[in-house]
């Protein structure tokens, strides 16, 4: 009796604690379901305008989404590139982070999730909109290509954003120098102009130069002037019959004795080079955004290059009115640099900037895609590109006010193929005090860069091929994988698509590392 | 009959699925979706964990195999491992789904893991999985690297014309038109890069452009440029205009927008009587 008492307690016990165990879940459960969702998002964009843009867009969100709360984390880009793979390695991380410097690169991929197949679909947030039945990926002005990226069929991120970058003119300096306020049109105005500030300082005893760039900004503008100057070498090396020829080819040309140091193309490229490096303080490519804009705000420099997204922050900072151009390259001509060109030189591939990659660690995925979307949707990305004063990136939207003079410039032949990458790019900038010095001149550059230059190029094509092996590699599991799922879901069409990619992009690329380790054995035996 | 402990049996029961279902047996599917989201090492785990008597071992060994070879950190260790594997899978049944795709992998570490001098046992390996198993998804697989490491190398210029003659001849015995597809493509870009030959390599291209094979967007950007460049440079412009048309219908918003526009706009008025 005693004993089938004990029982009985014991399973009356047993049934009633495992009824508070399922009645205190189902509670927390439907607490939790009612409690705020916050949804992080990381990135390194600090300049003016683009806090504010964001939050807009994540108060809108909010407004709609009850319940959840957009969250921004903002990281100084000096610590970026640490802080943001501790986090994302670590699974400790935003929802959302901003693909950039290195955080999301190829080996931070697996830990991001693919956007890859959400992009072949139309954004829901453009319902009502000519976009409401176009893929998203088609919704960009740039169709999402990344040309830096050719053969990667995985899609991580969609950008908020695109950049340009211009001269900005303080016009209160410009009136006081020459009398007008019309900014320079050709190269020749610019470096005219230049003389005119190196005597108006000289007369004056203000310590003014024409222009003032940081290590971003002035290789933009160095890279502008070489890529138009070897527009026309690089139509005529063109083996895969396509334009404008790519880096790889440029270098392949180099080491095959296809070209030299002394190409019509690379001289005046050197030439423009030491040209615009005069106009600019001594030491620039050493300087960060901040010191040239400091420069600028202090009325010691009457130009400024800069980004797109600087032009709020810059309003905010100076105190005189300021205008903004196009660097301007020589144009198309007969002789000297023109015949370098075979036309003007078009802006190239849109910059976009901003790419938010979904961490895979995240808790809430499904959220911070439907977020993404919601940023990226027509309405949002022109309310977005308003108030952060920055180029918009989706199609059917025009910079509005002020913005229109950083509108990308399309016009024109694009750009040809640039030597400041890797190695090879390392090298120009250590050379760059050669082309601008109290001794410098296109000359002593060209003749400290000639010894070494096939050193540097090899290095880089050797490295590309080693990335590309080793990423060929790692997709064969892809493949497989894929194709095992399809046997499974035959009819699975974007799986099935997923797969046709892969394929394609590891053919292509596996054809190219043999291409270029071909063409480099070729050019070790003919030298 | 009925015993005091009676009524626990349905607990212990309850007890004993809530357990089971926390510790779900690993299947060869789960393996699969690891790896196809590139979590290489916890695929490996599960392939490894998919019973010896289960019906789909010799797959869970190969899916294993697959993910030793993107094994994160890569080790020559794993390699090794997984061309044991490999091989066990050949050796066992050559001729089954795993076996022949065994004989594909052994052939991708060849050339991929050994470098330029595991290459003639990589071309050895596509080879003969072409000669074995035409019809096989592997040897789709293995028509177009099979082309690229033959055109792609250093031979004297009739014996590559030898072996530009085998990859033209097995472009008609390839069974899907994917695999046809990149097989002519990598013959058309060594036909252009290597031999400046737009005549032959001009067609191959088409036949790509017209059955619109091509899925990626930027290798579509960049051929239609090149059908329409090889057209040019076989005096060809109103198809060489019709490519540069193309181009701007499916990428209006490119940077070589402005001047593809140009050159087409020359090219009808070249072709105007």
Redesign the interface.
């Known amino acids: 009796m005693t ?2 008492f004990g ?1 009985r307690s014991l ?1 009356l016990l ?1 049934f009633f604690g495992g009824f508070v165990v399922a009645t205190c879940r189902v509670v927390r459960q439907s607490v939790r379901n009612h409690a705020q969702v916050t949804l992080t998002l990381a990135h390194l964009q600090l300049e003016s305008g683009i806090r504010e843009g964001l939050e807009a867009v994540a108060r809108d969100y909010e407004a709609l989404h009850p319940g959840i709360r957009i969250r921004q984390m903002l990281i100084p880009e000096r610590i970026y590139t640490s802080w943001g793979r501790t986090q994302v390695v670590g699974g400790s991380g935003p929802d959302l982070v901003e693909m950039v410097h290195g955080v999301g690169g190829p080996t931070d ?2 830990l991001f999730r ?1 956007l890859t197949d959400d992009i072949e679909e139309p954004n829901p947030y453009n319902a009502g909109t000519p976009l409401a039945h176009v893929a998203w ?1 088609s919704t960009y ?3 999402m ?1 990344e ?1 830096y990226l ?1 053969f990667q ?1 995985e899609r991580y991120s969609a950008s908020v954003f695109a950049t340009t970058t211009r001269i900005y003119y303080n016009l209160d300096l410009l009136r006081e120098i020459t009398g007008r306020t019309e900014p320079p049109h050709t190269f020749e105005d610019l470096l005219g102009l230049g003389e005119k500030v190196r005597a108006f300082s000289a007369r004056t005893g203000r310590d003014i130069v024409p222009l003032a760039g940081s290590r971003t900004t002035g290789s933009v503008i160095l890279d502008d002037l070489f890529r138009g100057q070897t527009q026309r070498l690089a139509a005529a090396l ?7 020829v790519d880096t790889k080819e440029l270098f392949l040309g180099y080491l095959g004795g296809q070209w030299t140091l002394d190409h019509p193309g690379i001289r005046g490229a050197a030439e423009l080079m030491s040209l615009i490096c005069r106009e600019m303080p001594p030491g620039f490519l050493q300087f960060e955004r901040d010191d040239a804009l400091f420069y600028f705000a202090q009325g010691r420099a009457l130009m400024l290059l800069a980004s797109s997204q600087d032009a709020t922050g810059i309003r905010q900072q100076v105190s005189f009115p300021f205008g903004v151009f196009r660097d301007p390259s020589p144009q198309p001509g007969k002789s000297g640099f023109g015949a370098n060109l075979l ?1 003007p030189s ?5 910059n976009v900037y901003g790419g938010f990659g979904i961490v895979r660690s995240s808790p809430h995925p499904e959220l911070a895609l439907d977020f993404l979307r919601f940023l990226t949707s027509q309405a949002e990305d022109r309310k977005f590109a308003r108030l952060s004063g920055t180029l918009p990136v989706i ?1 059917g939207i025009e910079p509005e006010g002020f913005m229109k003079h950083f509108a990308p410039d ?5 750009p040809g193929p640039t030597l400041w990458l890797g190695s090879t790019g390392q090298l120009l900038v250590s050379r760059m005090h050669l082309l601008s010095g109290p001794d410098g001149s296109s000359a002593a550059f060209l003749d400290s860069v000639r010894p070494v230059l096939a050193g540097a190029m090899r290095a880089d094509l050797a490295d590309g091929v080693h990335r590309d ?1 080793r990423e ?3 997709n ?10 399809l046997r ?1 879901e035959p009819q699975a069409s974007a799986l099935q ?1 997923k797969f ?2 892969m ?3 590891q ?2 690329q ?2 190219s590392a ?2 270029v ?2 063409k480099l ?2 050019a070790a ?1 003919s030298h | 009959m009925a015993g ?2 009676a ?2 049996r349905p ?1 212990a029961f309850c007890l004993l699925a809530v357990a089971a279902r926390g510790a779900e047996p690993a299947t ?2 789960a393996g ?2 690891e ?6 090492n916890r ?1 490996g785990e599960l392939f490894a964990a998919v019973a010896p008597n289960d019906p789909a071992t010799r ?1 869970a060994q ?2 294993e195999a ?2 030793l ?2 094994a994160q950190p890569g080790t020559s260790g794993k390699i090794a491992a997984s061309e044991q594997i490999l091989e066990g899978l050949c050796a066992a049944a050559p001729g089954d789904d795993p076996g022949i ?1 065994a004989a594909y ?1 052994l052939a ?1 570490i060849h050339q ?2 050994d470098g ?1 001098p595991g290459r003639p046992a990589a071309v050895a390996g596509y080879r003969a999985l072409l000669a074995v198993h035409p019809e096989s ?1 592997y040897a789709q ?1 293995a028509a ?2 099979l082309a ?2 033959l055109l ?3 031979v004297p210029r009739d014996e590559w014309d030898r072996r530009e003659a085998e990859i033209e001849a097995l472009i008609g015995r390839l069974a899907t038109p ?1 695999s046809r ?2 097989t002519r ?2 013959l058309a ?2 036909l ?3 031999r ?1 030959d ?1 005549a032959r ?1 001009y067609p191959l291209m088409v036949a790509c452009l017209e059955s619109d094979l ?6 579509l ?2 051929l239609l ?2 059908a329409a ?2 057209a040019e ?1 076989l005096g060809r412009p109103g198809e060489a205009a019709v490519y540069y048309g193309r181009f701007l219908t499916e ?1 209006p ?7 593809v526009g ?1 050159r087409m706009a020359a090219l009808n008025r070249e072709a105007r009587p």
């Open positions: 004993r089938s029982f399973a047993v991929q697996p693919p990926r002005v740039n169709g290509d040309p050719p069929f063109n083996p895969g019959g396509t334009f404008p036309g078009a802006d190239g591939v849109l199609v399309s016009r024109g032949y694009p092996w060929v590699a790692l064969d599991s892809g493949i497989e994988a894929t194709h095992r799922l499974g698509r046709q990619a394929v394609e992009a053919n292509e596996e054809a043999c291409y380790e071909l054995r070729q035996l | 005091p402990t009524g626990f607990l060869v599917q699969w979706e790896l196809a989201q590139r979590n290489a695929a797959e190969l899916g697959v993910s070879l993107s795709a992998y991708r991929l893991q330029p998804f697989l177009p690297k690229l490491l792609f190398d250093d994917e597809r990149d493509l990598i870009s060594a252009i890069k290597l400046r737009h390599a091509v899925v990626r967007v930027p290798h950007n960049r440029l090149q460049e090889s440079a990428f918003h490119d940077s070589k927008a402005d001047e140009r």
